[in-house]
């Protein structure tokens, strides 16, 4: 069964360091998304993005992030200068069209 | 904006009981609603999808159902065990992303 992919599964960086975390969504969906979860808290969205542009993203996806789907097959989630609280797990998803998400196994992020 | 109430936020019970767990949600604009399982630390694991036009979904001894105009789903465990023991999420879909609920975390006492 197809799945959606992520790596690293933990990933460990010093404040201020650029972070790429990377998904590979299930080759014939349309729709891409990230969602974080810091410890102890929920699962909070991020983004959404289709056709090569993002279509929505959420008060916490500030200009220290971004999004790209940089080859047709990945997706990622860039940081650029990571922050102590960025520490947390973060989720990627992809759909179809009007189905279900399917997430990955996320990518744990230690910011020190 | 949709917001997601889950009900209690934590449940511990002794081995066998069936269970009900709560979930309401303000926007019913959803294409499906979800149930997620995660264990501490770990990833989420989707127990049951129901679709926007279904009342419940099976597997095993799972079984959701969803009032969508009213908008409350809930998951009903029977014959609780040991191996439940995890936080059960809520997921509400719609309006192009998924708005989880805080959980409930559910402790089976052998």
């Known amino acids: 069964e197809p799945e959606v992919t992520q790596t690293p599964s933990h990933q460990v960086t010093q404040m201020g360091q650029e972070v790429i975390l990377r998904c590979v969504p299930i080759?014939?969906?349309?729709?891409f998304y990230w969602y974080r979860q810091i410890l102890g808290q929920k699962v909070e969205f991020l983004v959404s993005?289709?056709?090569?542009?993002?279509?929505?993203k959420s008060e916490i996806f500030d200009d220290q992030f971004s999004v790209e789907r940089p080859d047709g097959s990945n997706f990622t989630l860039k940081i650029r200068s990571t922050k102590l609280e960025d520490s947390a797990m973060y989720f990627c998803?992809?759909?179809?069209?009007?189905?279900?998400?399917?997430f990955g196994p996320g990518t744990r992020l230690t910011v020190l | 904006k949709q917001e997601v109430t889950q009900i209690p936020a934590a449940l511990s019970v002794p081995e066998g009981e069936n269970l009900v767990l709560n979930c309401s949600f303000t926007?019913?604009?959803?294409?499906?609603l979800q149930w997620f399982r995660q264990d501490p630390g770990k990833g989420l694991t989707s127990l049951l999808l129901?679709?926007?036009?279904?009342r419940e979904q099976t597997s095993g001894r799972l079984n959701a159902s969803l009032d969508k105009s009213s908008g409350r789903s809930t998951l009903y465990i029977a014959a609780s065990q040991p191996g439940d023991s995890a936080t059960y999420l809520c997921?509400?879909?719609?309006?192009?992303?998924?708005?989880f609920g805080k959980g409930t975390r559910l402790h089976i006492l052998p």
């Open positions: 998803a992809s759909k179809l069209v009007l189905d279900t998400q399917y």
């Open positions: 080759s014939n969906h349309l729709y």
């Open positions: 993005f289709y056709n090569n542009e993002i279509s929505e």
């Open positions: 926007d019913s604009a959803i294409y499906n």
């Open positions: 129901i679709q926007s036009s279904q």
């Open positions: 997921a509400p879909d719609g309006d192009d992303k998924i708005i």
